[in-house]
Structure formats: structure tokens, C-alpha cells
């Protein structure tokens, strides 16, 4: 697992630094906020089912 977390540590302003253009940043930002996004929705979903789960018994 550390080996998978070294190979995807990425240097986000490098990126935007070597862009080729603007529309480059739209792209790199949205490509940041995704891991989060799905996290926080994989999260909110537990949360739920646990509560439901929870209000049933």
C-alpha cells in the first residue's frame, strides 16, 4: 500500500507550472477534487445505512 501511495503523490502546482495552457488547470482541478468527492460520498452512504439500519431495531 505505501508503494501505491509514493507512486501517486503528485505535485499539483508543477502540473499547472508545465500546463500547456489554461483549460489544462480546469482539468487538474477537477482531477483533485474527484478522489475527494467519491470518498465523501462513499462516507455519507455508510453513514445512512447505519442510521437507518439503526432507527429499524
Request: hydrophobic content about 45%; proline content about 4%.
Amino acid at each position: 500500500m505505501r508503494l501505491i501511495s509514493l507512486l501517486q503523490q503528485v505535485d499539483v502546482n508543477e502540473k499547472i507550472k508545465h500546463a500547456p495552457n489554461s483549460g489544462y488547470l480546469v482539468g487538474v482541478w477537477i482531477g483533485y477534487l474527484i478522489p475527494f468527492t467519491f470518498f465523501a460520498c462513499i462516507a455519507y452512504w455508510i453513514y445512512s445505512r447505519a442510521k437507518k439500519r439503526q432507527n429499524e431495531e
